[in-house]
């Protein structure tokens, strides 16, 4: 597994590389390892790392992960919910994640909050706005943004902390940009407005550079550490 230990040096090499290029501070920027389908082994191979925030997409899954590791003591990672949200998987999420980043509807964040265990404390959770025009199966439109805002304000355990961003899966390195820095630009506004917004989850393997270039505080980063992904089913 040293393997793994020589890519989390390179991408954090690279975040430093473009945290320098765009005069940011790269204790500013998050790497949040993204180890959905991958195996246990490989989180501890990047934990011993130093690693210590994990993003999945699959709640059964991640759960089941998550249950494993803390049985094996290792109870201090911050576990990231970043897929898709079935309205019949929040339970499992609100009782395993530290943090839910793809909240993109009103009753998502209605139902994390009441199935979210009391001594597990708040749940941390991002708003996923879909920024392209690309139909996209996640995030919600720009419009929808107050409504579910609204809606996460009433929620006594849940606390609003920044927006989720996924980039155009393109080549075109300026319209992923363009679409970075409208989503920043709204970041800004709703910083402005809520106190403990300060997340702006952006960046992926292909787009960590023009992601950092737009004030991206953390980066979600799978393949350039892991490897690509293999799905059994697909
Ligand atoms: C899988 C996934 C990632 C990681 O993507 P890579 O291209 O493998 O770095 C990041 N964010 C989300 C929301 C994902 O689903």
């Given amino acids: 597994m040293d393997k793994i230990s020589q890519n989390i040096q ?131 439109s720009i419009d929808e943004i107050d409504s579910i805002v609204d809606e996460i304000q009433k929620c006594s355990k849940l606390r609003l902390r920044g927006f989720m961003g996924i980039g155009l899966d393109t080549e075109d390195m300026q319209l992923i940009d363009s679409e970075f820095q409208k989503l920043h630009g709204l970041f800004v506004k709703y910083k402005e407005k809520f106190k403990d917004f300060n997340i702006l989850s952006l960046g992926m393997t292909n787009d960590l550079e023009i992601a950092i270039k737009n004030e991206s505080t953390q980066v979600r980063i799978g393949t350039a550490i892991f490897g690509a992904r293999e799905y059994k089913n697909k």
């Fill in 10 to 140: 390179n991408v954090l090499a690279k975040i430093k590389e473009a945290a320098e290029k765009y005069k940011r501070d790269p204790a500013t920027i998050t790497l949040l390892n993204v180890s959905k389908t991958k195996p246990e082994q490989m989180v501890i191979a990047a934990y011993q790392a130093g690693q210590r925030h994990f993003g999945e997409s699959y709640a059964v899954e991640a759960s089941e992960k998550i249950e494993n590791l803390k049985s094996q003591g290792y109870n201090d990672i911050i576990w990231h919910f970043i897929g898709p949200i079935q309205k019949n998987k929040t339970k499992l999420i609100a009782e395993h994640f530290d943090i839910v980043e793809s909240v993109d509807r009103a009753i998502v964040a209605k139902r994390l909050n009441d199935q979210r265990p009391e001594h597990l404390g708040i749940l941390d959770v991002l708003i996923q706005v879909n920024i392209s025009d690309e139909e996209q199966k996640s995030g919600c």
